[in-house]
C-alpha cells in the first residue's frame, strides 16, 4: 500500500491535537460557553467522546480560522462552515466510523484536495452558475453505476435550482460493450437525446450488444448515418480519453466515480443513500454562506 503524505490541514491538526485537549476552554480566565451541534445529544457517551476529540483535533474549514473546530464553535468564530463542519463529524461517529475514519472522512469533505475538472462539452443538466457541480463517470456495463446513477440524478433534480449535474464516460477494459456504448451514448449527444440513450443503455445492460445499441437508438428516432458517424470519429474517442485522463488525475480507482464541487464522494466511507443527499444540501447550505 503506497503511504501519502499528510495533508497541511492534518499536520496543523497533529499540533493542535498535542497542545489543546478536551472542550474546556478559558479567556484571561473566563470560560467559554461551549457550544455544540444539537445532533450530539443523543450519541452515547462512547460517540460524544470521540466527536469531543474530533472537535479539538480537526482544524476549522476556513484558511483564515487556523484553529480547531471546537474554539471555532465556542468563541463564535466568523467561518460559516464550522457549524456545518461539526454537525458532519457528529453525523460520520453515528454512521458507525470510528475516530481514524471519521478524521479521513472530514479530510475529504473539508481538506485542501480539490480538483478542477473542465465540464467542457460534456453532457449537463442545470444552471452553469449552480452553487454545486455534481460529476459522475461511469461505465454502461457497471452494476454499481446502474444502480448510483439514478439516485444521482434524483438528488440533482430535487435541488434542480442549485445542482448541475455532469456525466462523464470511463469505459472499462474489461466490460466487452462499454467502449460503444459511450461512443453510442456521446453520438446521441449529438441530436440532443444523450439523457434517453443513458436510461436505455443502463436499462439494456445485461444485454448490451451492437445490435441491442442500434436498437435502442431507432427507438429514440436518432437519425442512424449521423449517428454511427459520431460514434466511429476522432472527436468521440478524443472525449472518452479525456474524460478518463480527468478521472485518473482525480484519484479515480473505480465505478462510479463522483465529485461534488471537485470533492470526492469516496464510496468506501459514504453510502449513496442517505450520504449523497446530505453533501448536497451541506454544499448548499454553504454556499449560501448560512
Known amino acids: 500500500m503506497n503511504l501519502r503524505p499528510l495533508s497541511p490541514l492534518l499536520l496543523v491538526s ?3 491535537a498535542s497542545a489543546c485537549g478536551g472542550s474546556q476552554h ?3 480566565g473566563g470560560a467559554h460557553e461551549i457550544r455544540r451541534p444539537k445532533e450530539m445529544e443523543d450519541l452515547v457517551p462512547r460517540e460524544r467522546e470521540i466527536v469531543e476529540r474530533l472537535l479539538d483535533e480537526q482544524i476549522a ?3 483564515d480560522q487556523a484553529v480547531p473546530l471546537s474554539t471555532c464553535l465556542d468563541e463564535k468564530r466568523s467561518c460559516k462552515a464550522c457549524e456545518p463542519a461539526a454537525r458532519f463529524l457528529t453525523e460520520r461517529v453515528k454512521a458507525g466510523l470510528g475516530r481514524a475514519d471519521a478524521a479521513h472522512a472530514y479530510e475529504i469533505r473539508f481538506g485542501s484536495k ?3 475538472v473542465d465540464v467542457a462539452d460534456s453532457p449537463t443538466r442545470g444552471a452553469a452558475n449552480a452553487p454545486v457541480t455534481i460529476m459522475v463517470w461511469s461505465d454502461f456495463e457497471c452494476p454499481a453505476c446502474r444502480r448510483i446513477v439514478p439516485i444521482v440524478e434524483r438528488i440533482a433534480a430535487t435541488h434542480e435550482n442549485d445542482v448541475r449535474l ?6 472499462l477494459p474489461r466490460h466487452t460493450h462499454a467502449e460503444v456504448a459511450a461512443r453510442a451514448a456521446y453520438a446521441a449527444q449529438k441530436q440532443g437525446r444523450y439523457w434517453e440513450m443513458e436510461h436505455e443503455l443502463f436499462e439494456n445492460q445485461d444485454k ?4 441491442t445499441i442500434g436498437e435502442i437508438a431507432e427507438e429514440l428516432g436518432l437519425d442512424m448515418g449521423k449517428l454511427r458517424a459520431d460514434m466511429q470519429s476522432e472527436a468521440a474517442a478524443k472525449t472518452i480519453e479525456r474524460d478518463k485522463a480527468d478521472a485518473d488525475r482525480a484519484g479515480l480507482m473505480g465505478t462510479p ?3 461534488i464541487n471537485g ?4 464510496l468506501g466511507l459514504f453510502k449513496p443513500e442517505p450520504d449523497l443527499d446530505a453533501w448536497v444540501s451541506m454544499e448548499i447550505e454553504l454556499a449560501r454562506g448560512r
Request: net charge negative.
Open 14 to 16: 497533529a499540533l493542535f
Open 26 to 28: 478559558a479567556d484571561n
Open 61 to 63: 474549514p476556513c484558511p
Open 114 to 116: 480539490v480538483t478542477t
Open 166 to 171: 455532469v456525466h462523464k464516460f470511463y469505459p
Open 208 to 211: 448490451l450488444s451492437d445490435a
Open 257 to 259: 466515480f463522483i465529485l
Open 263 to 266: 470533492r470526492e464522494f469516496d
